[in-house]
């Protein structure tokens, strides 16, 4: 059973940035893509990019958020990280990482992090 | 890219079997064989019910099937039971390293 473990909860002003972090309870993605996706309250899930380390670190984003998001790895500790620009209110909501989005689909889920941009 | 539609809402009684459909395009569902379906309670991160159209992942119960047909995927669920009552979506690959998922599917056992 595959665990992923994601950084706490973060509290944020418009115009700033957030570094959300995840890692997989046994050191290793191994193979696998990682992506990011994320899911304001009440709302539905939304696919915001895809790292796989193993390849070098390709990286997809979604055309939406191309100009504000960065996915990067760190092999050293397994740690995926998710950095979003230029927050907006609109940017509130619950993110996941998860499991896959390269050549397969995805399947485990981290518990997801909450990030709340307010004034 | 525009998301997966899906109807906002289905209801059944228990031990009914209902269907949820996920329509996309010639350039998702109707491309890739990469559409998955997860389920998703209040609170709770989202968990796979259905892989690449119609696998089910080891512990998942046979009350749950997928299909595809052109441009359109379902999920069916069989002998509805009450723990069902949750929020379900569907993923496709997109092509171009994108994924889509669909807007999702209220689920009320009734």
């Known amino acids: 059973q595959v665990q992923l473990l994601q950084s706490g909860a973060e509290v944020k002003k418009p115009g700033s940035s957030v570094k959300v972090s995840c890692r997989a309870s046994?050191?290793?993605?191994?193979?696998?893509?990682v992506s990011w996706v994320r899911q304001a309250r009440g709302q539905g899930l939304e696919w915001t990019g895809t790292i796989t380390p193993s390849l070098g670190g390709i990286t997809n984003y979604a055309q939406t958020l191309r100009d504000r998001i960065s996915i990067t790895a760190d092999r050293s500790t397994g740690t995926i990280y998710m950095q979003l620009d230029r927050l907006e209110s609109e940017d509130t909501g619950v993110y996941y990482c998860?499991?896959?989005?390269?050549?397969?689909?995805?399947?485990?889920w981290g518990p997801g992090s909450l990030v709340t941009v307010s004034s | 890219q525009s998301a997966l539609a899906q109807p906002a809402s289905v209801s059944g009684s228990p031990g009914q079997e209902i269907t949820i459909s996920c329509t996309g395009t010639?350039?998702?569902?109707?491309?890739?064989?990469?559409v998955s379906w997860y389920q998703q309670y209040p609170g709770k991160a989202p968990q796979l019910i259905i892989y690449e159209e119609i696998k089910r992942p080891s512990g998942v119960s046979d009350r749950f099937s997928g299909s595809k047909s052109v441009n359109t995927a379902s999920l069916t669920i069989s002998g509805l039971q009450p723990e069902d009552e949750a929020d379900y979506y569907c993923c496709s690959y997109a092509g171009n390293g994108v994924w889509l998922f669909g807007g999702g599917t209220k689920l009320t056992v009734l």
């Open positions: 046994g050191g290793t993605f191994g193979h696998s893509a």
């Open positions: 010639s350039s998702d569902i109707g491309t890739w064989t990469l």
């Open positions: 998860a499991r896959g989005g390269g050549s397969e689909g995805i399947d485990y």
